[in-house]
């Protein structure tokens, strides 16, 4: 027997593929509600993963956790999600520093309008309107603030982010704690399907019946979607009642990340404490901070926080689409190594000129740039907002767009909802929204996820 073929079940009631963040929340809360209810003792449980736990997005993500969104429905299942990372920050890695937007007028409705529904969920913030109110705002968290054209804050107080790797380990251990079973090394290769339902999941290491079938893979839901049988391109209305026939079910973007190496302790606020997670979009005109040539002069905005894993201030910028077809992109191998996302000189001089734009400490620092394992790939689905929903009588997708990381919570919504509750805030992330014109308003933020 080959000793690097795990051993596999040949059934299970509830197979789950992939261990990332959703995958994995999915399994704890599963296999604790079947305890809880006297259905199982959440042995029931399977999670299978081609690699490792984490080796996907969720292992690279910045790890940010914020509720600022245009959209109420991202909202309100952010602040349901948030609320998991707060039960238990230790195992997770979570860090609730919260979050700061800061924005230019361009976006100012926007920012308002978020921040007057988040009282009314009752999701702690504070707004700041006016150029000078802002700068003095952010002098007083920051006293080498400097950033130009911001004339909106949203400082959101919970929230904040938690370290990938270790968040990811300590879910593993809630999953194996409520008595359900995580295999690596095992690879789903096909689904074998009997008119609606999944009866067995293929993998390179042998069939395993099962009567659930949850796919949870990340950028590669491509291929899960097609073993699932389902269409790579899709009708989508918009609510203007406007028609796209073949809109492509999955683009592929590619996330720009990177670090500045300085000394973390070097970005820590006035009063030396971790400052929140700042994101900064700005319309006015973006210099190269060491020959001073005009980078843009669109909207543009980056993110940023000091991080004691890499050991520097890590963040990103606006992600690029791979511009070609779904199926022509290489999701493995999943790493730096992937000519899809390698960060380019375009990006490390953007985002180190925004960065000396916004704080005086950053001015001349680009030689400290370093090339880590940062950055990736993720799969945008046609309004670039999730798909949570049952697409055969037995398999349900958990597909984020690549909002996920911080939605560490839509686990605990999925699980239910494979016990038979239909959850009210998975509801507007429906299949069917595209064909009836359901979708989620835009904002007018850079960015394809705000
Ligand atoms: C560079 C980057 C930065 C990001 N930053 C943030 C952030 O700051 N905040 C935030 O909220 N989100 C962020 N995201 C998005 C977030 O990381 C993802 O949306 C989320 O992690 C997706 O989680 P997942 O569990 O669906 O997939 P993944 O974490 O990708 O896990 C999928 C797993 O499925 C396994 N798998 C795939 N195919 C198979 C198969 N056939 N058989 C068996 N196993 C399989 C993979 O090995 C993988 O481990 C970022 C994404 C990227 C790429």
């Known amino acids: 027997m080959d000793p690097t073929v795990p051993t596999i079940p040949t059934a299970a009631r509830y197979v789950i593929v992939g261990a990332g963040v959703h995958g994995l929340s999915t399994a704890w809360h599963l296999a604790t509600e079947l305890r809880a209810r006297g259905l199982g003792d959440g042995s029931e449980v399977l999670v299978l993963d081609k690699t490792a736990i984490g080796a996907g997005a969720s292992g690279v993500a910045c790890g940010v956790i914020r509720n600022n969104y245009f959209q109420p429905a991202m909202r309100r299942l952010m602040a349901h999600s948030v609320a998991v990372w707060e039960s238990d920050p230790e195992a997770f890695s979570y860090h609730g520093v919260g979050y700061i937007q800061a924005a230019p007028d361009a976006m100012h409705d926007d920012v308002v309008q978020i921040h007057a529904e988040q009282q009314a969920i009752g999701y702690e913030s504070v707004l700041v309107e006016g150029v000078e109110a802002c700068r003095d705002y952010m002098r007083e968290i920051f006293s080498d603030w400097q950033a130009p054209g911001v004339s909106v804050i949203l400082h959101e107080k919970r929230g904040g982010y938690a370290n990938n790797v270790a968040s990811l380990r300590g879910l593993a251990d809630k999953v194996r704690a409520a008595g359900a079973t995580i295999l690596t090394g095992v690879t789903v290769t096909g689904l074998r399907l009997t008119g609606d339902r999944v009866d067995a999941v293929e993998t390179d290491a042998g069939t395993i019946a099962c009567e659930h079938l949850v796919a949870a893979v990340g950028p590669w839901i491509r291929d899960l979607w097609s073993m699932l049988g389902m269409p790579s391109t899709i009708t989508v209305r918009t609510p203007e009642g406007g028609e796209v026939p073949d809109a492509p079910m999955w683009t592929y973007w590619a996330l720009q990340e990177g670090i500045l190496g300085v000394d973390p302790q070097e970005f820590t606020d006035n009063h030396g404490r971790f400052p929140p997670v700042v994101h900064v979009d700005s ?137 038979g509750e239909p959850q009210d805030l998975l509801a507007p992330f429906r299949l069917a929204r595209y064909g009836r014109g359901e979708l989620h308003p835009t904002s007018h933020s850079p960015f394809p996820w705000s």
């Open 283 to 419: 319309d006015s005109p973006l210099y190269d901070d060491v020959d001073g040539e005009l980078i843009t002069d669109e909207i543009w905005g980056i993110y940023y926080k000091p991080d004691f894993h890499f050991g520097g201030v890590q963040g990103g910028a606006s992600p690029e689409p791979v511009g070609r077809p779904a199926d022509t992109v290489a999701v493995d191998p999943y790493g730096p190594a992937s000519p899809e996302f390698v960060v380019g000189t375009d990006f490390v001089r953007m985002w180190t000129s925004a960065l000396a734009a916004c704080h005086k400490r950053f001015e001349g620092r680009r030689d400290v740039y370093r090339r880590e394992p940062s950055g990736g790939l993720g799969a945008f689905t046609p309004d670039s907002f999730p798909v949570f929903d049952g697409v055969r009588g037995n398999a349900y997708v958990i597909a984020d767009s690549n909002h996920g990381y911080k939605m560490i919570g839509v686990g605990a919504l999925v699980a239910r909802e494979l016990l």
